[in-house]
């Protein structure tokens, strides 16, 4: 078969809405964007676990203490759920992990701020998650297979994530002076970082429109962006707290909320490598890494002990 008609059958699929499985033939530039996308939100769901990892220790009661671990362990799953989907892509995964502790490959720029308060922990569950959940319940229905599939349990995990973020603020919104002035401060703090997740303005994205025809996206970032602004715009107002922008306003032609300007110079030095935590998160990683040494040697050792005939192996 030409590589025309191969393309057409590719193209087919896509157009009926039928899912790109591993053996498949795909376009090369479809396995390498997905697993550029695929492996950097593996890497973001395991770099994500240290801001809140962070606060583990000093979570004010046992049931905070309980449901953050849960939390934390879920973005370890997600991550392994998702570097498997993009190993069926042919990327090994000791490559794509070397990638993340050289500093080569990109994860969520989000996870370069750091958690200084408790009440973070909080913003990080409504607003973090919030708008990962955004995307992600797009994804669900992304072309490729297996990372479509790895989302749906991904979604589900991801929305309690967000109520207990939710729930966590609204005692601290109903608290003390003292409580509410840390409510506020975290979500003066996470706003901005949060609306950067969605990713560069439509206009300066260079993978959408491939992404897009592909279905590997379903949503543009200022779609998902401005999603995210009209849902959070009104449960502020169950916290009774303020979004940090002055521009916020409801748009009647438009049927969505006006806001102000994001900081993208602001965003592009934290997607370099130059925010407050890069260099942090990183050491963290490899640190981890490097202390996993011994685990990794012992789980080879025990794997050629148990390839060996039984006799041998006594
Ligand atoms: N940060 O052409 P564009 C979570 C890069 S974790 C850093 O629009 P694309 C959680 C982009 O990679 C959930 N880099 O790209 C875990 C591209 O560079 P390259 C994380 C960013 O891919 C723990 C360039 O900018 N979610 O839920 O079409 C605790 C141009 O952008 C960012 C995902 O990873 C950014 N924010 O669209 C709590 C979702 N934005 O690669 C919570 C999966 C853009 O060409 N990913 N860049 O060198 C996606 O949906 C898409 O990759 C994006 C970007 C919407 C993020």
């Given at each position: ?32 964007t997905?697993?550029?996308q ?160 969605f990713g560069p303005k439509d206009s300066e994205s260079t993978n959408s429109d491939q992404s897009m025809k592909w279905?590997i996206k379903r949503k543009t970032n200022d779609e998902l ?90």
């Amino acid at each position: 078969m030409s590589i025309q008609d191969l393309e057409k059958i590719f193209q087919d699929k896509i157009d009926n809405e039928i899912k790109i499985e591993p053996k498949d033939w795909m376009p090369e530039a479809y396995r390498k964007t997905n697993i550029r996308q695929i492996s950097q939100h593996a890497h973001s769901e395991v770099v994500g676990m240290l801001p809140e990892g962070n606060w583990i220790s000093r979570a004010p009661s046992l049931k905070r203490k309980a449901i953050l671990i849960a939390k934390v362990q879920d973005e370890a799953g997600h991550g392994l759920y998702l570097y498997s989907s993009a190993e069926t892509l042919g990327s090994s995964r000791d490559e794509m992990i070397a990638h993340l502790l050289s500093g080569k490959a990109k994860y969520s720029s989000i996870f370069n701020y750091p958690t200084l308060t408790w009440a973070d922990m909080g913003a990080v569950g409504w607003l973090v998650d919030g708008a990962a959940i955004l995307n992600q319940v797009m994804l669900c229905r992304t072309s490729y297979g297996p990372y479509a599939r790895a989302m749906v349990r991904i979604c589900k995990e991801e929305s309690f994530h967000q109520r207990q973020g939710f729930e966590s603020l609204l005692v601290l919104s109903r608290g003390t002076a003292e409580q509410k002035a840390m409510c506020q401060d975290a979500i003066n703090r996470w706003w901005w970082p949060s609306l950067m997740m969605f990713g560069p303005k439509d206009s300066e994205s260079t993978n959408s429109d491939q992404s897009m025809k592909w279905k590997i996206k379903r949503k543009t970032n200022d779609e998902l962006r401005q999603q995210f602004v009209d849902m959070i715009a009104e449960q502020i107002k169950v916290l009774g707290m303020k979004l940090p922008d002055a521009d916020l306003k409801w748009n009647e032609e438009r049927k969505h909320y006006d806001f102000g300007e994001i900081n993208w110079d602001e965003f592009w030095q934290v997607v370099k490598g130059n925010g407050p935590c890069n260099k942090q998160r990183l050491a963290a990683r490899n640190k981890a890494h490097d202390d996993g040494e011994w685990v990794r040697e012992a789980a080879i050792a025990y794997a050629e002990k148990k390839k060996q005939p039984k006799t041998q192996a006594a």
